[in-house]
């Protein structure tokens, strides 16, 4: 595996203590833009509040790592929380998704899936004194018929309540479907938006430095060219950074190189 060459080669080369740019990074070290930070604000808005949150983003951008670090920052005693990483489905199996996902049940009429994602909810709430947080991912996906379940599976005691926090994750063009008059209805149930940007090149040096930090670099590997050159190829989205910031080193490394120059990244844009 390339992941396992690189690793051979870019941790003893740089005596790192192990390889940067990975997306299992422990939530405590990961870098807040002030998109990140905004996002963050939002989310702790709809923990308090409760109800419909719109997450949305370019692929790439941080999305699912902002909701990753929400989720584990979650009082367990307080909350309890579900990723339901959706795909193109019916309603029907929409429901029986996100059945499953809150109690475990496989049933196939959609009166009784109906009745039983309420009532997982309402259990949760009384009997666990437990929010029940759902996370959605790739919602842009979702068909518009879906969005109108949505809609009426959450609608509590005549729409007068939130018993639960639902989040809405997905691509930008999420923002324009939504906006379509068909969704007006759901569009007015949700309470949060934000939508997550690429760093700046600002952001982006200082996010390259802190990963390489975080397993131990102290000196500065990644020249200004290098820099530079990165944020030409990548404008600032965070997963084609790690990328590219990967190769460049594995590139270096292999050549015994102390230091990271536009060379390597052009070299590196060849092969990610």
């Not at 870019?10 to 807040?32: A, W």
């Not at 929010?131 to 949505?150: A, G, R, S, Y």
């Not at 990963?211 to 990548?234: G, L, P, Q």
Request: hydrophobic share 40%.
């Amino acid at each position: 595996m390339i992941i396992k060459k690189e690793r051979i080669v870019i941790r003893p080369f740089y005596n790192l203590k192990t390889l940067p740019f990975q997306k299992d990074i422990n939530v405590s070290e990961l870098y807040k833009s002030s998109s990140f930070k905004e996002c963050s604000s939002r989310l702790e808005y709809v923990k308090e509040n409760r109800g419909f949150m719109m997450l949305t983003g370019a692929p790439g951008t941080g999305k699912t790592t902002a909701l990753r670090r929400f989720a584990y920052s979650l009082n367990t005693n307080a909350y309890e929380c579900f990723y339901i990483p959706l795909a193109t489905v019916s309603i029907l199996d929409f429901y029986r998704q996100l059945c499953y996902y809150l109690t475990g049940e496989k049933l196939s009429k959609k009166a009784q899936l109906f009745s039983c994602i309420q009532d997982g909810i309402k259990h949760r709430i009384k009997n666990n004194k437990k929010v029940p947080v759902i996370i959605f991912d790739e919602v842009h996906l979702l068909k518009n018929e879906n969005f109108n379940e949505l809609q009426i599976i959450f609608n509590f005691n005549f729409d007068s309540t939130n018993p639960a926090i639902v989040i809405l994750s997905g691509q930008s063009h999420l923002r324009d479907r939504i906006s379509r008059e068909i969704l007006t209805s759901f569009r007015q149930r949700i309470s949060v938006r934000h939508h997550i940007i690429t760093l700046t090149k600002e952001e982006l040096i200082i996010f390259i430095n802190h990963s390489m930090e975080n397993v131990n670099c102290i000196d500065s590997i990644f020249n200004n060219s290098a820099m530079e050159a990165i944020y030409n190829v990548t404008r600032g989205n965070i997963r084609e950074t790690c990328n590219l910031a990967l190769k460049s080193l594995y590139i270096a490394a292999k050549n015994k190189l102390l230091q990271v120059t536009e060379e390597e990244i052009f070299q590196a844009t060849k092969e990610v």
